[in-house]
């Protein structure tokens, strides 16, 4: 019984999710079309951050729960977390850059003056926080993570919570090539071991905020770089480095951690 009432208030949740990011796209779509705008991306950041911490503070209140139950924690631990989580992505992402460059594997030149690098990096780093680091990790590392956790073993935990992050990946559009479809599970897979390592959400905020950001600007759309090579780029520097260093390094920050343990 217990069991069945947990996977219907994750069913719930997770379907409310894709409607509030299919309902927020649908409506950009009508009123902007597909050509981007930094202003209209913000606007959109900005509703799906206020309609999933909504949700999720609808939810958490109705099963009378706490912050701290789903991943929380006071304002100092959670900056810290969060500064952890940036920094196990930039530290190996930066040394993977340079030798992807050294190694010519990939080229990328700088088309933009720096100051205007700086303000779009900027921008672009606040817009995607809201629009899925923040959103995305509390909805599945933060509530859905804390309800799996308290039938299952963590282990399992981030698998079965990396399956149904995929699913909700498919299902808002977000699997739309073969490189996507490769990319999401594991990405999934390595926020919900930094979280269940850690025990706090902010800390696959953290690595999910910096990685996004980085692959988002070297997109063309944002007229900052010309990139050739982008596959090395994104797949050794910005993904593989990062995950085996991110594991390794909070194995020794939060060495002690029973995989087989569950919360009851």
Excluded: C
């Amino acid at each position: 019984m217990r069991v069945n009432k947990v996977i219907m208030k994750i069913g719930v949740v997770s379907i409310l999710s894709i409607l509030i990011w299919r309902f927020v796209l649908y409506l950009n779509f009508l009123f902007a079309g597909v050509e981007y705008n930094r202003t209209t991306h913000f606007i959109i950041a900005l509703a799906i951050t206020i309609l999933s911490f909504i949700l999720i503070n609808t939810a958490r209140i109705k099963d009378k729960i706490s912050w701290k139950q789903i991943g929380m924690s006071r304002l100092r631990t959670n900056t810290i977390s969060f500064l952890v989580g940036t920094a196990i992505w930039i530290i190996p992402a930066s040394i993977g850059l340079v030798i992807s460059l050294l190694a010519g594997w990939a080229e990328i030149t700088i088309t933009a003056d720096l100051s205007q690098l700086f303000l779009s990096v900027v921008i672009l780093y606040i817009i995607i926080f809201l629009v899925e680091a923040f959103p995305e990790e509390l909805i599945f590392r933060g509530y859905i993570y804390s309800h799996l956790d308290t039938l299952f073993p963590h282990w399992l935990v981030i698998i079965m919570q990396t399956f149904i992050f995929s699913l909700f990946a498919y299902f808002i559009g977000a699997m739309y090539s073969f490189e996507q479809i490769m990319f999401i599970p594991g990405f999934g897979f390595m926020l919900g071991y930094f979280r269940a390592k850690s025990g706090n959400v902010w800390t696959s905020m953290g690595f999910h905020a910096a990685i996004m950001t980085a692959s988002q600007i070297l997109s063309p759309i944002h007229g900052n770089f010309n990139v050739s090579g982008i596959f090395a780029v994104r797949f050794f520097a910005f993904n593989l480095l990062p995950y085996i260093f991110g594991a390794i390094a909070l194995e020794y920050i939060y060495p002690k951690h029973n995989w087989s343990e569950k919360i009851n």
